[in-house]
Nanobody, 119 residues
Framework: VHVVESGGGLVQSGGSLRLSCVAS????????MGWYRQAPGKQRELVAVMSSGGRERYGDSVKGRFTISRGNAVKTVYLEMNTLKPEDTAVYYC??????????????WGQGTQVTVSS
């Protein structure tokens, strides 16, 4: 199983970026796909998650600025980030959760993509 993020980079405050995540391999019954981030010296935190049923959850600090969406291919997820702020600077990780056919839960992470917002 591979989870690969792309789309990070350097952007000025107020700018926008779009992150993409593709999961490949033997992944079944995906429940949640989403994004978390970790800034230096801080704990990893929720950015946005979308369930297989389309329910969205956002971290309080990104509500109204970030939008999560799932691609037409079931194993893809995107994060549209607008009005970026320096405090959004972090490594952004894609996460995939679900159940294997034997009902054992799984929890896969990507390697992360760096987002840096300059002031």
């Amino acid at each position: 199983v591979h989870v690969v993020e792309s789309g990070g980079g350097l952007v000025q405050s107020g700018g926008s970026l779009r992150l993409s995540c593709v999961a490949s391999g033997s992944i079944f019954n995906i429940d949640d796909m989403g994004w978390y981030r970790q800034a230096p010296g801080k704990q990893r935190e929720l950015v946005a998650v979308m369930s297989s049923g389309g329910r969205e959850r956002y971290g309080d600090s990104v509500k109204g600025r970030f939008t999560i969406s799932r691609g037409n291919a079931v194993k893809t997820v995107y994060l549209e980030m607008n009005t970026l702020k320096p405090e959004d600077t972090a490594v952004y990780y894609c996460n995939v959760k679900g159940l294997e056919p034997n009902t054992k839960p799984y929890d896969y992470w990507g390697q992360g993509t760096q987002v840096t917002v300059s002031s």
